[in-house]
């Protein structure tokens, strides 16, 4: 079974630019987390997606989102970029709400802001 | 706030030695305990995890982990380390209220030949 799998894996753009992360989880699984990897604030939670509905978000601006469509693969928008937006950004699928159920890690885009 | 702590930021052990990473938590009630490891280049994938019952839980890759309520810590171990358990590792808590995890900031493990 294949795993999860995110697009792209790096990423550059300038400041105010907007930028949209793919992400598709494991085959049946239909829970979608993101999370934001920094040295700084190492990682945080950024929301959750069940069956297309938004379940869970962590404290981060409105300026990231998300949606997941029907066959459960999510994307993750970023709009007006930041410098301190430039991290690793990672999704995990489940196949329940993640909560306590293993999530199972995408490698991650690695997004850097100019 | 639910919190996780995770002391020593880099850790450096001999191969074939034993290791502990700690890890501390904060958590009203009992909590849900998870331990990832991370290799570069790479997503994270669980080593273990704690719910409820015996205290000592074992995972995968030889690691092992002792939840101790009374001090708030749920310290990951591993009798012989392989040069192939350098990685980065991260204790996590389920945040409850949050609906997902809370990760403490990793311990990066250097392994010396």
């Known amino acids: 079974k294949a795993g999860v799998t995110q697009t792209p894996r790096y990423l550059i753009k300038t400041r105010g630019q907007q930028v949209t992360l793919s992400c598709s989880p494991i085959s049946g699984h239909r829970s979608v987390s993101w999370y934001q990897q920094t040295p700084g604030q190492g990682l945080q939670f950024l929301f959750e997606?069940?069956?297309?509905?938004?379940?869970n978000k962590g404290n981060f601006p409105g300026r990231f989102s998300g949606r997941q469509f029907s066959n459960s693969r999510s994307e993750m928008n970023v709009s007006t970029l930041e410098l301190g937006d430039s991290a690793l950004y990672l999704c995990?699928?489940?196949?329940?709400?993640?909560?306590?159920?293993?999530?199972?890690f995408g490698p991650g885009t690695r997004l850097t802001v100019l | 706030a639910q919190s996780v702590t995770q002391p020593d930021i880099h850790i450096t052990v001999s191969e074939g030695a034993s290791l502990e990473l700690r890890c501390n938590y904060s958590y009203g009630a009992t909590p849900y305990l998870f331990w990832y490891v991370q290799s570069p280049g790479q997503g994270l994938q669980l080593l273990l995890k704690?719910?409820?019952?015996?205290?000592l839980v074992q995972g995968i890759k030889g690691f092992e982990a002792e939840f101790k309520r009374s001090q708030s810590s749920f310290n990951l171990r591993k009798p012989s380390v392989h040069w192939s358990d350098a990685a980065e590792y991260f204790c996590a808590v389920y945040g409850g209220s949050q609906g997902n995890l809370i990760f403490g900031k990793g311990t990066k493990l250097s392994v010396k030949p």
């Open positions: 995990a699928s489940s196949t329940r709400l993640a909560g306590v159920n293993e999530q199972f």
């Open positions: 997606y069940f069956s297309e509905t938004q379940r």
């Open positions: 704690y719910f409820s019952g015996d205290t």
